[in-house]
């Protein structure tokens, strides 16, 4: 029987399954995150151990990986060399949206966007694919937990800039990190990882629930963020109608806001889009992408 390992590797966590090709979940391993652009060592040593650990069960055909932050600079290449030496398997690297598109739309096309802890879209239209977003926390990740969090964190700086009370948002994210002053907030910020920041999405998602104004601004303009992101990609792979669109990320498969945000947005601007959504893990995806490479729709490569 073929079984292959598929890794999720995100910015919050890795998680990696050994599956048979029905998709069934014949183990799993978890991990810290797998982003190499946060941390180089540390997504390594998160991704090494998971892999170890799907390797000791049973024997496999391939291991496939999808990774946040995989196309920053030669990173992917440094990771697949280093994994490399453990196995002499097969390792197909792809950024996690690939993956993740395939767990969810498989062949056909279509365009997959993720918001969690980062953000990215990932699409295909025939032999064409391609990508928009996924530039990172630095250069972009505009509609992600995190992103979302900082833009309420540096509307905190402006409050205490101008000497205005600070707002109901603000106090209850001030609350959350247990920061009373300028120090407590600068201290957060500094020393926290990426996926603890994204955190803070969660607080604001309660206070938009509960109507506040500055929240749900915030979540809406989100919405718009990923829904543009997405349909420059279907515009680029000239999808010219009835586009299918997947979305996975806990921004935008829990946040009530955001998700009718962005497929308000989508629905003005293309003619019936088919969005779709499941609970899968996308770690599913790398049963559908070692039977492309078996077909010759996709390469090792």
């Given at each position: 029987?073929?079984r292959?390992i598929?890794?999720d ?10 599956l048979?090709?029905?998709k069934?979940?014949?183990f ?36 496939v990986i999808?990774?946040?932050?995989g ?35 498989g062949?056909r ?5 993720i ?24 250069l ?15 509307q ?11 707002s109901?948002?603000s ?27 994204a955190?803070?999405?969660k607080v ?8 506040d ?5 915030l979540?809406?303009?989100?919405g718009?963020?990923?829904?543009a992101q ?5 515009e680029n ?15 935008l498969?829990r946040?009530?806001?955001?998700q ?8 003005e601007?293309f003619i019936?889009?088919?969005?779709m959504m ?5 770690a599913t ?5 070692v ?5 010759g729709?996709?390469?090792n490569?």
């Amino acid at each position: 029987m073929t079984r292959v390992i598929g890794i999720d590797a995100g910015g919050t966590k890795v998680q990696g399954l050994v599956l048979d090709m029905q998709k069934n979940i014949l183990f799993q391993s978890l991990s810290g995150h797998g982003n190499p652009s946060v941390s180089y060592e540390e997504a390594l040593r998160n991704l090494s151990s998971v892999v170890q650990q799907c390797l000791d069960q049973t024997r496999v055909s391939h291991i496939v990986i999808g990774m946040a932050g995989g196309g920053s600079g030669n990173l992917s290449q440094r990771i697949q060399s280093e994994l490399e030496k453990m196995t002499s398997l097969p390792i197909v690297l792809l950024n996690d949206a690939t993956l993740a598109y395939f767990s969810l739309i498989g062949n056909r096309n279509g365009v997959m966007t993720i918001a969690g802890t980062g953000s990215i879209s990932y699409g295909r239209n025939g032999n064409r694919s391609g990508t928009s977003g996924g530039w990172g926390h630095l250069l972009g990740d505009e509609g992600s937990a995190y992103h979302i969090s900082l833009l309420a964190c540096k509307q905190i700086a402006v409050e205490r800039d101008y000497g205005t009370s600070l707002s109901p948002l603000s106090r209850s994210l001030m609350n959350e990190i247990g920061a009373s002053d300028d120090r407590g907030l600068k201290g957060f910020i500094y020393s926290s990882s990426k996926g603890d920041i994204a955190q803070l999405a969660k607080v604001i998602h309660k206070e938009a629930l509960a109507g506040d104004e500055r929240a749900l601004d915030l979540l809406k303009s989100a919405g718009k963020q990923l829904a543009a992101q997405t349909m420059a990609l279907i515009e680029n792979l000239q999808i010219e109608k009835n586009p299918v669109i997947a979305l996975k990320g806990s921004v935008l498969e829990r946040n009530q806001v955001v998700q009718s945000t962005f497929k308000e947005t989508i629905a003005e601007s293309f003619i019936e889009p088919t969005f779709m959504m499941n609970s899968s893990s996308p770690a599913t995806g790398a049963v559908d992408i070692v039977e492309a490479i078996r077909e010759g729709k996709m390469t090792n490569e």
